[in-house]
């Protein structure tokens, strides 16, 4: 699948450079066009894989921005975008529509640009290109406080709205207690990263092996029409073929799986798409609630399973209980590892997104409570206690 990335935010252009990054590692091609929009110049300038002529500031006339960023205000985040449709339709300019597969809008929900300007942004390629517009939405944690919930949760129901489908990340399941916030996101995006690369790079003509049950744009366009949101299952392990042991988790509950030396590859593949499924998601949800599934299979041709791929297919399908499962494989010459990448599209019970949307309603009546006591308390202030005296 041929994508053009468009990233929103600080989070996003991050993620999008995690992504060029990632994909240079693995001699994927995925990525067909890639850009950064932002309101914050210094946040562009931290990019490492974009180039220059890739990332874009709005905003820079604007009274309340002027290249300092949004300051967290999601309405000033969508009004810039709105506003500033010049260097928008400057950095559209720059994708090819007619070679790619997708486009797909990256964006953190917890801030003011991308939780604004990702659902603006996806309306605009969706009335202007062919192509689905999907979308990569990182829910903030709870540390990150309620202002930065409430931004979600205005932001998840306008971006899942404009895009075709909305692929959620939530950073509270990827924390680690001894992470710094530098490298918990650094992580995080690593690990989305993963997921998307290995999931989109299957079918792709890059000069690997042709794979035996190949997939393409296609399969995972269907997957993703549903619409919704979905979210992504991930597990790796040593290549058996190899004769290692698989891998315990490098990072608690990572994806990786374990498995035993001289175990059947068909026992090892059906086992490492469970392991997959019944790991961490990109954000939980109850497995069973998604409308359809889509399954690839990576790494050494001698450990790509047809057997076992088909016996991991039929347990998806019992799983979600539904026959919209497919399942494809992505033959790589010199992986070392063997990974299994699932994408559950549509489910519709994400126990964080309502306990998102409950601190985000907490997090509004607090901000309205604090507001008027504010103003009463600085009423006080300027007005003496008779109230004598007469303004100017």
């Given at each position: ?20 990054r ?28 974009l ?18 960023g ?12 709105r506003?500033?449709q ?6 559209l ?21 991308g ?24 829910l ?31 950073n509270?399941a ?39 049950n ?6 995972i ?9 979905s ?8 290549d ?24 059947d590859?068909?026992?090892v ?18 497995v ?6 889509l ?58 997104v309502?306990?998102?949307?409950a ?8 901000i ?12 006080d ?6 109230d ?5």
């Open positions: 699948m041929k994508l053009a990335l468009i990233g929103l935010g600080n989070a996003g252009g991050k993620i999008v450079d995690e992504l060029l990632h994909e240079a590692e693995l001699s994927r091609s995925v990525v067909e066009s890639a850009v950064a929009i932002n309101t914050a110049r210094v946040d562009l300038a931290r990019l490492e894989q180039p220059s002529e890739s990332r874009f500031l709005v905003g820079q006339t604007h009274e309340r921005v002027k290249g300092h949004a300051g967290g205000d999601p309405d000033l985040g969508a009004s810039v975008i506003s500033d010049a260097e928008i339709d400057r950095a300019d720059r994708v090819p529509p007619y070679a790619v597969d997708a486009f797909w809008v990256v964006a953190g929900l917890g801030g003011g640009t939780s604004g300007g990702a659902p603006v942004v996806a309306e605009q390629v969706a009335a202007r290109y062919d192509p689905p517009v999907y979308g990569l939405g990182v903030p944690s709870e540390s990150e406080g309620g202002r930065a919930a409430l931004n979600a949760a205005r932001s998840l129901r306008s971006f899942a709205d404009a895009a075709d489908n909305l692929v959620l990340f939530d509270a990827w924390q680690a207690n001894d992470d710094s916030l530098e490298a918990g996101y650094a992580r995080a995006n690593r690990e989305v990263s993963t997921r998307i690369v290995r999931l989109l790079s299957a079918g792709t003509v890059d000069g690997s092996t042709l794979a035996e190949a997939m393409d744009a296609s399969d366009n269907r997957t993703l029409s549903s619409g919704g949101v979210t992504i299952a991930y597990a790796e392990t040593a058996p073929s190899a004769g290692g042991r698989g891998l315990l988790s490098r990072l608690a509950g990572n994806g990786d799986a374990d498995t035993d030396d001289g175990a590859p068909a026992t593949v059906s086992g490492l798409i469970r392991e997959a499924v019944n790991s961490r998601l990109t954000c939980p949800a109850a069973d609630t998604a409308e359809r599934a399954i690839v299979l990576s790494g050494p041709p001698s450990s790509l399973s047809r057997k076992g791929l088909e016996a991991g297919r039929r347990w998806v399908e019992s799983e979600i209980e539904s026959a919209e499962v497919l399942a494809g494989d992505d033959p790589r010459e010199n992986a070392d590892v063997l990974s299994a990448v699932v994408l559950l599209s549509t489910v519709t019970d994400v126990p964080r309502e306990a998102l949307q601190q985000a309603v907490d997090a509004k009546e607090t309205a409570e604090q507001a008027s006591l504010r103003e009463s308390a600085t009423n202030l300027i007005t003496d206690d008779d004598q005296l007469d303004p100017v």
